[in-house]
């Protein structure tokens, strides 16, 4: 089965510094893919960035990337230079290429901005 | 604005009632999907069309949710009989079914059943 592990209820950063969000997959798809997406308290999910499994470079959008360790089953989201509106809940997902397009969510982490 | 739309925003319904939801997915989009989030989780999976035919569906979807998507267009999310636990936010996504198939999703509707 696939499971996503995000182990950070809570973190907060200092504005211009950056932030590491942590995420953990396991899944037995050889094929698969992982995204990260931002939920400010409006409550609409944002696309933020997306890895393939198969991708040989590291994925980044702008200020964010995303840290992926094949072997260690991580893939981990990286923001730069946090800005006050980076406040948000943070999830990681994954969706197995084989025999389904559902996504499968961790629980998030809910960053929080410092000035 | 060419996103993903659903509407209502906000449904408030007494216990036992009927309630249906809509979602306009972005138009070029052939696969669309339900996900359902309670407080302090992440979205789980409902269910999830290609065109107008639907492809899954969870076990968490009891005999009292259902969907459609006539045309492959716009979809609808029904709940009979609502309870209290139905309570929670109703996201709509949808994807393009390319290789990478990025899921887009819509602002949600968010119910509380009394």
């Known amino acids: 089965a696939q499971k996503i592990t995000q182990t950070q209820p809570g973190m907060f950063v200092q504005e211009k510094e950056a932030v590491t969000l942590d995420c953990t997959y396991d899944t037995s798809d050889p094929s698969y893919g992982l995204f990260w997406y931002k939920q400010p308290s409006s409550g609409e999910m944002i696309f933020l960035i997306y890895q393939g499994s198969y991708d040989q470079q590291n994925a980044t959008e702008g200020r964010y990337s995303l840290n992926f360790q094949k072997a260690r089953k991580s893939a981990n989201l990286v923001i730069s230079a946090s800005q006050l509106g980076d406040s948000a809940m943070y999830f990681c997902a994954m969706r197995g290429i084989s025999g389904t397009y559902k996504y499968i969510f961790g629980t998030g982490t809910r960053l929080k901005v410092l000035a | 604005d060419t996103g993903v739309s659903q509407d209502p925003r906000h449904k408030i319904t007494k216990r036992g009632q009927n309630v249906t939801f809509r979602c306009d997915p972005i138009s070029e989009h052939n696969r669309l999907y339900w996900y359902r989030q309670t407080l302090g989780q992440g979205p789980e999976f409902l269910t999830y069309f290609q065109n107008e035919a639907q492809l899954e569906k969870s076990r968490l979807l009891s005999d009292r949710f259902s969907a459609e998507r006539p045309k492959g267009s716009f979809s609808t999310l029904e709940i009979q009989r609502t309870e209290q636990g139905d309570s929670a936010m109703y996201l709509c996504?949808?994807?393009?079914?390319?290789?990478?198939?990025?899921?887009?999703f819509g602002p949600g509707t968010r119910l509380t059943v009394l």
């Open positions: 996504a949808s994807s393009l079914g390319n290789s990478g198939d990025t899921q887009y």
